[in-house]
């Protein structure tokens, strides 16, 4: 799939409103930009938000935020982000983002890995 800059300018946007709903602690607003799938999984903005604050928490309450490259991982999209957890300690965060059908993005997950493992 071929990534235009609108794409990126959405998936961006996505991102950062769902953070900003966590600081917020707006478990509907952050719950939303969640993919059907996930929201399936979790079933209501509560248990979501329980499992980002319990496992995620440089996604949670990140001290910074910086946007790297948009890349395909196993044949996901995946927008790379830089966070700066709580603790201090840094972390590369990958969104793996879904276009919906009515071509919206949503984030259909979050892997976060050390800053110098090797992305491939």
């Known amino acids: 799939m071929k990534i235009t800059d609108s794409d990126s300018v959405a998936i961006r946007y996505v991102i950062e409103r769902q953070l900003e709903a966590f600081q917020k602690d707006d478990t509907a607003g952050a719950f939303a930009f969640a993919s059907p799938e996930i929201q399936a999984q979790f079933r ?17 309450r990140p001290r910074s935020v910086f946007f790297d490259k948009i ?4 044949g996901k999209i995946t927008q790379l982000v830089l966070l700066l957890g709580p603790d201090g300690v840094p972390v590369r965060a990958l969104y793996l983002m879904q ?7 949503k984030i259909n997950g979050c892997v976060l890995i050390p800053v110098e493992a090797e992305i491939k």
């Not at 276009?99 to 993005?105: F, I, L, M, N």
């Open 99 to 105: 276009k919906q059908s009515d071509t919206t993005w």
């Open 71 to 74: 890349t395909t991982i196993h």
């Open 44 to 60: 209501n903005p509560e248990n979501f938000i329980q499992m980002v604050r319990l496992g995620y928490p440089a996604v949670y």
